[in-house]
């Protein structure tokens, strides 16, 4: 082989093998950015085919190896190159530098924006299958009512059955939470019902649950709504755990009770 074609092999393979490892370092600025952020822009077949393809590009062991190799014939190719008198190009690495910088922050950007259009998207699918939901099944949130006034142990049986075949109505609404108030004293407090009492005709065991507000999302929400006041329906999202929060309303005739819809995202809405 001519001394000529040794020099092409060399720079090329330590060109490709640059490529592959710019590749790697891209892939571990997203896996930083969405793992420390947890969100994920990304869709199902898309997250699984990125994981793939950062899973192939981390055998490290391999790359190294053929890096050194590369560097070896690299120097080899160096010295024919300044007896030729051939000098690199001026600022080359620095090309690549910004290069660099500019693709990492192309793909921080396209998480970031992914994860906003995502959760806009999700916002509106959800909050869709939720008006359908208290728009279809008025009569039992008015049984609901009438129930909670009532507070028999056999009464949170229903209630139960009830918020089972509300949440069987939209299979991606698959968390739902009623929430009611009582007193303990002069202390207003909350309750829930998800649907997984269990009723024990021979338990004196107090069939309430208590709900435990959280601040900054609902306590504010809640204390206002149970005092009497009128409030619209409240949408919550939290980026930590990719998490949408649907607060609904209800005012019967008998009480007044909030439908909680919960939905947790895994994926985003880029790719497929």
């Known amino acids: 082989m001519k001394?000529?074609?040794?020099?092409?092999v060399a720079k090329t393979s330590l060109s490709v093998l640059i490529y592959v490892v710019v590749l790697f370092l891209l892939g571990v600025v997203v896996l930083v950015v969405c793992a420390g952020l947890q969100i994920n822009p990304f869709r199902e077949t898309t997250t699984s085919f990125l994981l793939a393809l950062f899973t192939g590009l981390i055998g490290v062991a391999a790359i190294l190896v053929l890096l050194n190799v590369a560097t070896n014939i690299?120097?080899?190719?160096?010295a024919r190159i300044a007896q030729l008198q051939v000098e690199p190009r001026p600022g080359i690495l620095k090309k690549w530098v910004?290069?660099?910088v500019c693709a990492a922050a192309a793909l921080v950007?396209?998480?970031?924006i992914g994860t906003y259009l995502s959760k806009e998207r999700y916002l509106q699918v959800v909050g869709q299958q939720v008006n359908e939901v208290v728009k279809d099944n008025r009569p039992s949130f008015e049984e609901i009512g009438h129930l909670l006034v009532a507070g028999k142990p056999e009464d949170f049986k229903r209630i139960g059955e009830i918020h089972n075949y509300l949440v069987t109505r939209k299979p991606d609404l698959s968390q739902l939470t009623i929430i009611y108030s009582g007193k303990i004293g002069d202390k207003l407090v909350f309750y829930r019902e998800a649907g997984d009492y269990y009723y024990n005709p021979e338990s004196r065991k107090d069939p309430r649950t208590y709900y435990t507000c959280t601040p900054k999302i609902d306590c504010d929400y809640l204390n206002k709504f149970f005092a009497g006041a009128s409030v619209d329906i409240l949408r919550k999202y939290t980026m930590r755990n990719d998490r949408f929060y649907f607060y609904v309303p209800v005012s019967t005739s008998d009480s007044?009770?909030?439908?909680?819809?919960e939905r947790w995202n895994s994926y985003g809405k880029i790719g497929s």
């Open 74 to 78: 690299s120097l080899i190719a160096d």
């Open 98 to 100: 910004v290069m660099f």
């Open 109 to 112: 950007g396209l998480v970031f």
């Open 256 to 261: 007044r009770f909030v439908l909680l819809f």
């Open 3 to 8: 001394l000529e074609t040794k020099v092409q």
